[in-house]
């Protein structure tokens, strides 16, 4: 889809339908690094999860996004049907809001990275950012993502676990919640 959109693109600069101004060589470098990370990550080893768990980190690392300031990304729908679907992105920071055409979005929320795939550790450096996204039959749609330490439209996940040694001598303590990083929490 991604290359669809950049052939139409560069289509529309040489028809001279729209401003000349077209990053053409900067563009193609990005599709291209983009297109190897999807092919890593529809490797059958990182699809069945059967890859050797430093495998599993390194395809984690070329996933993974990184901002200072705002990251914009661009969701495609390229099929002729509504999706509604959510999003995973991964963040070095928590305080973060999401808008959408000068719209904040609410729809969203942050959970904590575990660091192992079979870990009860949480990465203290990676969160997940989740997005639930609404586009319509063949449309593009523009996220932007801020960095921002006092406006929050992402609430933090509360997590929730059992003690498994409490589950065999005490069902009435069962579940313990634990709020990660602030006390404002809200799970959705």
Not at 5 to 26: C, M, N, R, T
Not at 66 to 76: G, L, T, V
Not at 94 to 106: E, P
Request: hydrophobic fraction near 35%; proline fraction near 3%.
């Amino acid at each position: 889809a991604a290359e669809v959109l950049f052939s139409v693109a560069h289509a529309a600069v040489l028809q001279g339908k729209i401003s000349s101004y077209f990053p053409k060589d900067d563009l193609f470098t990005k599709l291209i690094i983009s297109r190897r990370n999807l092919g890593i990550f529809q490797h059958h080893d990182a699809v069945t999860g059967t890859a050797r768990e430093q495998v599993v980190n390194d395809y984690g690392e070329k996933k993974f996004v990184s901002f200072h300031k705002n990251h914009i990304i661009y969701i495609y729908n390229p099929t002729d049907q509504r999706r509604l679907e959510t999003i995973k992105i991964l963040l070095h920071k928590y305080q973060v809001h999401v808008t959408s055409n000068n719209q904040t979005i609410t729809d969203c929320q942050v959970d904590p990275k575990w660091s192992h795939r079979r870990s009860n550790i949480i990465n203290e450096n990676q969160f997940e950012l989740l997005i639930r996204i609404d586009i319509e039959p063949y449309s593009l749609k523009e996220y932007t993502i801020h960095a921002d330490t006092t406006k929050r439209s992402c609430p933090l996940s509360t997590i929730q676990y059992v003690d498994e040694k409490q589950i065999h001598t005490n069902l009435s303590t069962l579940v313990m919640c634990h709020r990660y990083k602030s006390d404002s929490l809200s799970y959705r």
